[in-house]
Structures are given as structure tokens and as C-alpha cells.
């Protein structure tokens, strides 16, 4: 009876292993599942394991990807795909061979590629930095780091401002461009060199207006209508190409809301009288939500 037993148990582990774990081929493994190399105990769909040294004969790249094509539309990639129908989103990683003509600019590149979204270099912790490198993989070949705390260094590896160039210069060569600097009360000023050398300055829409959707357009093209503007106490405003009722919302430079209600076809009357002097956004919106106009408004 005992022995019976103990046989009986014997043969329930050997089951229960096999069930678990099975060795496919030499250091290959299935265990639940999951597929291991060199990893009898996988804990990934596919788990690989190795002691890799430098080169030789237990190199460090542990999957090759090799397409063997040599005409013009030779490449290799690996896919990546999340989520099913509406939902799914998906990128991949290639190299194109030199002879690619799908995209002459990709010929002998390594490509990271996004269909949708887009794409999102994380390097997370205190000390998570950035680095792009060329020519080489020494701190020499370093020529921009982002750090931890989002500032650009070219060429320093210390960068103590939101941007820092270092042993380099700026070269701006359209002469209507320049360096963009906003002033206290709000005005923006770009500053471009004149023929003679000499730094000229001269107002311009801010950046961060263009953020908020501040489209420079005449009246006759702008689906709203505006006066007077500048303005003290009142502004007039008519929906030139639309009929029914829209929000109004209007945004100081900086971003904060400051008046809103509900306009219609028809003309209205607006009171910006409490508003101090300075430069302000006004986004018009449709029922369901949808930004359809905008427009400057200067109070004096």
C-alpha cells in the first residue's frame, strides 16, 4: 500500500512538472506558456537569458533581424502594435539597406517610426538625461543632451539654461528672423540685424498666442467681425459666415480666461471695460465645442 503511495505521488510531480515546464531543445524552454532561451522559469512571452561578454563567442546582441534582399526595396523592421480596431495604435524599429529607394533619404539609416500619436523618448529619475551622439560612443562624441531637469546643452554636457550653446554659433541666416523677447506689459519684440550691423526691434504677435490658436487673418477672411479694435469700453462682434449661436471665450497672453458668454448672428455688443489695457485672444467655439475662429484684441 505504501509503496503504491509514494508511486502514485511520484508520478502526480512528474505530471505537474511536465505541465510547467518543458525543455523544447537544447536551453530552450516552455514553461506556462511562455518561452524561454536560456530561462527554464520564463516570466515573459518570450524570455531570453545569457552571460554575454564583449564579442566572440558569446556575443552581447542576443536577436538579429537579417533581410538577405539586395534590390531597391530591401529593409527590416520590427513591429509593434497595441490594442484592436479604433483602439489600436503601433510604431516600429528599421534599417533600410543603402540601395533603398522607397525613401532615398532613409538609404543605410536606422529609423524609429510612429503611425499615429507620435513618439516619446523617456529617460525617468533624478539623473535621467537625454544624449545624441555621432561618430562615435565617448563623452567626445556627445553633441546635445537633454538633462533631468529639460535643459539643452550643444555641446556641453552641463547645461545651466533652458538652452546652452557651447564652443559654437547661432546662425540665423533669413534677415527677417531673429531673437524673440516679450516685455513686461505683454508686447512681444523680435530684434533683427539691418544691412549696417545694427539690431533693430519692432513688435510682433507673442509665441504663446499662436499657442492659443491666434490665426492673422484679414476680415474679410475670418469668420468673425470685430470693432472697433482697439477698443476702450465696447466691442462689436457678428458672425460673418455662420448662422446660430457660439461661445466666446477671451484669454489674456498668458493663458487665463477672463470673459466668456454667447453670441448669435446677429450684432453684438461686448463690454471689456473692466479689462486693463493690453493685448487679448478671443476663440469662438461652435455648440458642440469646436473652436472655428478667432482674433487680436487690443484694449486701451
Request: charged share 15%.
Amino acid at each position: 500500500m505504501k509503496y503504491l503511495f509514494f508511486t502514485f505521488l511520484l508520478f502526480l510531480m512528474v505530471n505537474y512538472a511536465y505541465t510547467q515546464g518543458e525543455i523544447i531543445s537544447n536551453n530552450i524552454y516552455q514553461y506556462s506558456g511562455r518561452l524561454g532561451i536560456g530561462n527554464s522559469t520564463a516570466e515573459y512571452l518570450l524570455d531570453i537569458k545569457s552571460d554575454a561578454g564583449y564579442y566572440g563567442e558569446h556575443p552581447r546582441q542576443f536577436i538579429q533581424l537579417h533581410n538577405i534582399n539586395n534590390s531597391n526595396t530591401s529593409s527590416v523592421s520590427m513591429n509593434f502594435l497595441s490594442g484592436t480596431e479604433n483602439n489600436i495604435a503601433g510604431g516600429s524599429i528599421g534599417v533600410c539597406a543603402y540601395s533603398y529607394e522607397g525613401n532615398p533619404k532613409l538609404k543605410g539609416f536606422t529609423y524609429l517610426y510612429s503611425q499615429y500619436s507620435g513618439l516619446a523618448l523617456r529617460a525617468v529619475g533624478e539623473r535621467g538625461v537625454i544624449k545624441f551622439n555621432t561618430q562615435g560612443n565617448g563623452d567626445e562624441f556627445e553633441r546635445m543632451r537633454i538633462d533631468s531637469v529639460g535643459n539643452i546643452g550643444i555641446g556641453t554636457t552641463n547645461p545651466k539654461a533652458k538652452l546652452q550653446v557651447t564652443n559654437g554659433d547661432i546662425f540665423i541666416s533669413d534677415i527677417s528672423k531673429g531673437i524673440i523677447m516679450k516685455s513686461p506689459d505683454g508686447n512681444c519684440w523680435r530684434g533683427v540685424l539691418d544691412n549696417t550691423g545694427n539690431l533693430t526691434f519692432s513688435t510682433i504677435d507673442c509665441p504663446d498666442e499662436e499657442y492659443l490658436g491666434i490665426i492673422n487673418s484679414s476680415s474679410d477672411e475670418s469668420e468673425i467681425v470685430i470693432y472697433p479694435n482697439p477698443a476702450q469700453n465696447e466691442i462689436m462682434i457678428e458672425l460673418a459666415k455662420r448662422n446660430g449661436v457660439a461661445e466666446y471665450k477671451i484669454y489674456t497672453v498668458s493663458g487665463h480666461l477672463v470673459d466668456n458668454g454667447f453670441i448669435s448672428s446677429n450684432l453684438n455688443k461686448i463690454n471689456i471695460s473692466s479689462l486693463p489695457s493690453g493685448n487679448y485672444i478671443m476663440n469662438v467655439y461652435s455648440v458642440d465645442g469646436h473652436q472655428f475662429a478667432n482674433k487680436k484684441i487690443v484694449k486701451e
